[in-house]
């Protein structure tokens, strides 16, 4: 009965459209998925069982065998005119529902890229006004040449820019987001011919009569429709429109054909990342030599400077000419030379640049060009000994104090710290009874015999005082039964009550003792002694006779 309620109130399950189609193209042989092809097999055998079994009730095993195979021949041929036949109506189906959603996409990519157009539009009309405003000041730095870098920007640039940001916004998202998937459509070689995307390629003229009315009605001019067709096609082409309608007609040629739909993407994803990835190789290697050129001019201001200073000074020493030319020949072919040596060091003969880029092949095989020998120049000038000693001048500040002896006393190689119980044995050597871990303990130790005096202390009173309370509560029983006693003896004789209280009166002066259970003794004492002189005497007549 659970099992039959569970079944009526299960919620009714939705047809999964792309696995039936699957299934369907596995037993045409459109696609070459394994997970389709096992699951129609599975069907099949099933099948052939279950004629089996029917057929081995009227016949011998033999012929049912050949029976069931026969049977097998025929259905196949009967079914696959079926299965085409069905196969259409699903993909039609998941056409139309594809094709329904993607609409509704294409228009929030067409808002997307809407926004974007006109961020840059007042962005750039921004730009102008600025440019205008500050035009004067331009035309004053005319020299400069970061200012002939900038657009210049005129009065009709505004108004146009002005007038395209109206247009953008009035545009209509729904009719350009059909058009533009229509036209798309049309233009696609394989989709375009199947006869299941026919009916949507021929939606196309009614698309482009209705726009072409909306158009001649919202323009007054033809420079209007020029302004809106181009900024149609700037949303049409832009990166998100553009991704999504690739994306869109890989799925419909899946649906169609059984073809995987993430092929053609990933190979677009992988050139696009290539391509972004070579951008950026080209970015750094023009920051590169764009470095390159500016520690060249700088080399060679020094250079200049330098030789302006050396004219100089041959010119107050006419004199030595001719000494002072022969040694500036010889300093000459020095600094070759060491040009050279620095060229030739390990660092610059592996083929590779600093950065771990490969050298072009001129400087591999060792034709390297002026400027490549000037940079390696200027960056190696005064030797790999003196740029490795640089290495820790540049780390340290000025105001830094270095010690002169510190390699001295501590050693150029830093010593392990030792552990704490080497580091207690050196104290223990150096300071005896006075190192701090020794008084520490010390101090623990005495610490802890004081706490295990005071407890003992405070256990000793605990017992005297629970010795005292049981002394006391044996005590008041025993007079109380020797009262009780004398009563039975002497029947006509009157107990007194003070003599029942007299061990409550002891209880009452132990001050170890807490007062309610004082308070709680001595009531039931009074208690006991009422009770045992509450007896009645018996009056006795003497005879008078």
Known sequence: ???????????????????????????????????????????????????????????????????????????????????????????????????????????????????????????????????????????????????????????????????????VKTLDMDSLSEHAFISKLSKHPTLRKHPLLVPYVEAKTTTEKTNGDSKKISSSSSKDTVLIQSIESRLINTKTVKDYMVKLWQQLEHIVSGKKATDQHVDLMEKKRKADDDHEEQENKKQKTETRKDIKSQHEIEHSSDNSDNNSSSDDNDDDDDGNNDDDDDDDDDSDNALAEDMSDSEYDDGYDSDGQPLPKSRKNGKASITSSMFIGSLNEGGGQFQKNNKKEKKRDKNDWVDDKFDEIYGMIKKNRPGQRARRMKAELKYGEGANHVKKAAEEARVQKEKKTARKAKQEQFKASRDASSTNTQKLPTNINNNNTSNNNNNNKQISIGAGNRPAAAVLVDPTLHPSWIAKQSEKAAIAVALSSARSNRIVFEDSD
């Open 1 to 167: 009965m659970k099992s039959n309620k569970t079944e009526q109130h299960k919620g009714k399950k939705k047809d999964n459209l792309g696995w039936k189609i699957i299934k369907l193209q596995a037993q045409v042989g459109e696609t070459n998925s394994r997970k389709a092809m096992k699951a129609v097999e599975a069907e099949r055998n099933k099948e052939v069982v279950s004629t089996s079994t029917t057929t081995t009730t009227t016949t011998t095993t033999a012929s049912s065998s050949s029976s069931s195979s026969s049977l097998i021949s025929t259905t196949t041929i009967a079914t696959t005119t079926a299965v085409t036949e069905e196969l259409l109506k699903l993909k039609e189906q998941k056409i139309s529902q594809k094709i329904y959603h993607a609409k509704k996409e294409v228009k929030k990519t067409f808002v997307k890229a809407k926004t974007f157009e006109t961020q840059r539009l007042i962005k750039r009309l921004k730009e102008a006004r600025k440019t205008i405003e500050n035009n004067g000041e331009e035309a004053t730095d005319d020299m400069n040449p970061a200012s002939k870098k900038k657009q210049d920007f005129t009065e009709e640039d505004i108004a146009k820019f002005e007038h395209e940001l109206e247009l």
